[in-house]
């Protein structure tokens, strides 16, 4: 009895952090071939983030400045979670001044939609230069 108890407490901590790290996996994935089929090196993953996208969130600042620098319509997503990943790469044209620059990739209904790209003041930080599209072209 004592063993089918602790078999059971296991089962309660393995169970849902199987299905957790899958999906999280499976993002992480996701940006990974994006950011690979646009001739970046991925160099490793940060951290991942999520959120409902807003009509505020579109037509309102801060977060207008990130929708301003897409190639996607923003407004086609509103209402839907956005799950952004965050790595390191190189091969970018940020890396002229830097050894690696620091993106994100967004995911809307499991696809790779777009991205940011930020010139970093020091190693692994966001820059304060603005917010830039992935490839580095556009600025705001």
Sequence with gaps: M??????????L???PGCNTTEKVEGNVQIANDYLEEHGYNVLRHINED????????????PD????????FT??????KE??????????????????????????????????????????GMRGENGIFSLDGSKQY
Excluded: W
Excluded at 50 to 61: D, I, R
Excluded at 74 to 79: L, T
Excluded at 90 to 112: C, L, Q, R, Y
């Design 2 to 11: 004592r063993r089918f108890i602790i078999f059971l407490t296991a089962m």
């Design 13 to 15: 901590f393995v169970i």
């Design 50 to 61: 999520s959120f409902l996208l807003t009509e505020g969130m579109v037509s309102q600042l």
């Design 64 to 71: 207008k400045l990130s929708c301003s620098v897409q190639e």
């Design 74 to 79: 923003a407004s086609d997503h509103i209402g």
């Design 82 to 123: 956005m799950v952004v990943e965050y790595f390191s790469i190189s091969n970018h044209p940020f890396d002229i001044e830097h050894e690696e620059t620091m993106v994100s990739v967004i995911i809307s209904d499991g696809k790779a939609i777009g991205g940011n790209s930020y010139n970093p003041v020091e190693k």
